[in-house]
């Protein structure tokens, strides 16, 4: 393996430049800010985990994940998503914490990957849990908040798609009882949206020509709350009963919500089967061929850390919404003074800078450069000035709307408009 050089950085991974962290920041803040209003407090944990309490909880195959050793020989991980993190605080720094709780996050993760280009192994994500709530006005609340944040982040047109896991278990259990390896084989190929595979798959099992039109049917139902009552006539079978209810209690919460015309109801979106016990989600934006949010119930997690309670929430991409929208897109356009003084005239220079910088407010943001240089360069400064002739002025790569020079006892100026 040779050496990498002094300027290479490992694959999967990326730097930013202040055009983009100024614009992630914007999404950050503008997401956490909606997921305040509706009542989630925002948590931190550490970047590092014990392999055998959060890694092994953790939605990511192990393969992925990214192992290390401390010095006494312990495996620990980079963490790999929020959800079990939070899980572990639910259930021991928040254990005499009245259910529910509303906890939000914004948080780089990190998953090992194929050396291969276009693939990130350190990613953004900004999310939210609630914990201790089982109903379907729950799993509601959160499809509304994640609605709530992509717009908040700047994202206009999506679609979120819901499913979930009950009813697809419930329909293969009755097509296909006691056929776990079959049932789990079709759910994979439903999971990486493989619907040929799918169909193949049918076609080399025993079943009915009835029940395999019916199965292959499923792929074909997307849509309304309609969905819910085609889906109601396709099978008997309690747990898929009970999961297509859910579906349509949330159908009407989101409708109170008004949020509706976002929202299709999708029953082959199951999520990560081993990892989702119920409703789960994603949202596709129209411009992006990857889901930029998706979230589920997962009631099974917070018993692996001794505090059984269900929970649901949801991740917002960030990263990917980043590349959606451009890093400099809706970028808040703010006046850029430069400051130029001498010896003399750095007292009342540099007073100028913290009383412009002490002014600014939210809605009027000011950047302010100072710069020392020598007595030659008022003319200098000037004559930049006068070559702008109202626009923009330009100085050492920079572009700024103000001028302001403080050289000996007097001040100029010069503005760009």
């Known amino acids: 393996m040779s050496k990498p050089k002094v300027f290479e950085k490992p694959i999967g991974v990326k730097d930013y430049l202040p055009h983009a962290v100024s614009k992630l ?29 959060v890694g092994v909880a953790s939605s990511t195959s192990d393969q992925k994940l990214f192992k290390l050793l401390n010095n006494r020989g312990t495996t620990l991980v980079l963490r790999s998503d929020m959800t079990a993190p939070i899980a572990r605080v639910v259930a021991s720094v928040l254990k005499d914490v ?15 990957i194929e050396e291969e280009a276009g693939r990130e192994a ?3 994500q900004t999310g939210v849990e609630l914990v201790g709530d089982a109903s379907a006005e729950a799993d509601a609340e959160v499809v509304a908040l994640a609605i709530a944040s992509l717009q908040a982040a700047g994202v206009s047109r999506f679609k979120i798609a819901i499913g979930h896991v009950g009813f697809l278990n419930g329909l293969f259990e009755e097509a296909l009882p006691g056929q776990l390896e079959a049932q789990e084989e079709l759910k994979a190929y439903l999971l990486g949206r493989d619907y040929v595979g799918y169909r193949e798959c049918l076609r080399g099992l025993t079943l009915s020509e009835q029940m395999r039109l019916e199965l292959e049917g499923i792929i074909r139902l997307r849509g309304g709350q309609e969905i819910c009552d085609q889906a109601m006539a396709l099978s008997l079978d309690a747990t898929a009963q009970a ?26 979106m199951i999520g990560d089967f081993k990892y989702y016990t119920g409703m789960t989600f994603e949202g596709y934006a129209a411009d ?4 930029v949010a998706s ?36 970028e808040q356009a703010a006046e850029r003074i430069l400051i130029g003084y001498d010896a003399e005239g750095r007292q009342a220079a540099l007073a100028k800078a913290s009383e412009l910088r002490g002014a600014a407010t939210a809605d009027e943001a000011v950047i302010v450069v100072t710069e020392r240089m020598d007595s030659s360069a008022e003319q200098k400064m000037q004559d930049v000035v006068n070559a702008a002739d109202g626009g923009p002025l330009q100085y050492k790569g920079a572009t700024f709307t103000k001028l302001l020079t403080y050289f000996g006892s007097g001040v100029r100026g010069g503005a760009a408009k």
Not at 25 to 53: F, H, K
Not at 302 to 321: D, E, H, M, V
């Open 98 to 112: 009245q259910f529910p709780i509303r906890l939000s996050y914004h948080s780089n993760v990190f998953r090992a």
């Open 288 to 291: 992006l061929g990857f889901p």
């Open 243 to 268: 999961s297509i209810k859910h579906l349509c209690e949330m159908w009407d919460v989101l409708a109170a919500y008004g949020v509706q015309e976002h929202v299709l109801i999708d029953l082959t």
């Open 25 to 53: 920041r914007q999404i950050e803040n503008q997401v956490l800010a909606c997921m305040s209003s509706w009542g989630y407090e925002q948590i931190m944990t550490p970047t590092m985990e014990y392999y055998d309490t």
């Open 295 to 330: 979230g589920g119930r997962y009631d099974n997690l917070l018993q692996q850390f001794g505090r059984p309670a269900p929970a649901t929430g949801f991740a917002i991409k960030t990263t990917r919404i980043l590349e959606l929208i451009g890093a400099a897109a809706g």
């Open 122 to 124: 350190e990613f953004f």
